[in-house]
């Protein structure tokens, strides 16, 4: 177990890494950049087809602004400030469009199944759908 240890503790330091408020955002921002990738893997292991679940923009998100925080205020490196300076904008939009699909999806009035906004049939339980019906639940 010796060598665990100098794993953890390495030259009198966690991981051997001089952490500081800033490390800690950076690492944070790495970790959740990183877990985006499980969480699309397990959405197209699940579905049996390539998805991309909205999630996966939000850990896009979420992580690219903390590595890109790390940048400006930490590494003050313009190549990895470059990296991150404009990721944001296809993560917002990506998120953006999702929400604009779910609200478009037509609710069966019969079963409460979504459906597609071009369907003229339920397909949960072949009830008729219609776009007018689609809001006008109690
Ligand atoms: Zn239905």
């Not at 240890?5 to 955002?25: A, C, R």
């Not at 996966?56 to 990296?83: E, H, M, N, P, R």
């Not at 779910?102 to 069966?108: E, K, N, R, T, Y």
Request: proline share 4%.
């Amino acid at each position: 177990m010796d060598w665990l240890t100098s794993l953890i503790w390495h030259n009198g330091k966690l991981l051997g890494i001089q952490w500081s408020v800033w490390k800690v955002v950076g690492w944070i921002g790495n970790a959740v950049f990183f877990s985006r990738f499980f969480v699309q893997w397990y959405a197209t292991e699940k579905l049996k087809r390539v998805v991309v679940p909205t999630a996966f923009w939000w850990l896009s998100l979420t992580g690219s602004l903390l590595l890109l925080s790390y940048a400006l205020f930490y590494q003050k490196d313009s190549v990895f400030i470059f990296a991150y300076a404009f990721t944001w904008i296809p993560y917002i939009r990506n998120l953006i469009i999702h929400r604009r699909h779910a609200q478009a999806q037509l609710d069966c009035a019969d079963c409460g199944k979504l459906s597609p906004p071009q369907s003229n049939f339920c397909s949960g339980c072949g009830a008729r759908l219609s776009p007018a019906a689609e809001k006008a639940g109690p």
